[in-house]
């Protein structure tokens, strides 16, 4: 099993930048593939951008691309997503979550562990 902890969630203007971090606890987190999804108000949740166990693929959701990296330090066990020239339809409370299953990372079902969430609020 392995326990998930967001952070780095906050206000920032338009055009700002953050950078969220998701701790991962447990021996084996270099085994997990993980991804971060997102969750608007009166919206469902939604793919952001994922990560190959061994960090060498990367999928975006078409509405972050160029604007968000996201990366991995199996060392740490901490997953990380810089998003930068943040817009205010980026507000959104983000999850992080991890998947060691054979699928689609872009879908939620994939994933059986998942964070909390961190909020994340552009204004514009």
């Known amino acids: 099993q392995v326990h998930l902890v967001e952070s780095g969630g906050g206000l920032v203007q338009a055009g700002g930048s953050l950078r969220l971090s998701c701790a991962a606890s447990?021996?084996?987190?270099?085994?997990?593939?993980m991804g971060w999804f997102r969750q608007a108000p009166g919206k469902e949740r939604e793919f952001v951008t994922a990560i190959m166990w061994r960090g060498g693929s990367t999928y975006y959701a078409d509405s972050v691309k160029g604007r968000f990296t996201i990366s991995r330090d199996n060392i740490r066990n901490t997953l990380y997503l810089q998003m930068n020239s943040l817009k205010p339809e980026d507000t959104a409370v983000y999850y992080c979550?991890?998947?060691?299953?054979?699928?689609?990372?872009?879908?939620?079902?994939?994933?059986?562990?998942w964070g909390q969430g961190t909020q994340v609020t552009v204004s514009s």
């Open positions: 447990g021996r084996t987190f270099s085994s997990y593939s």
């Open positions: 979550a991890a998947t060691q299953r054979l699928g689609a990372l872009t879908l939620m079902t994939t994933y059986n562990y």
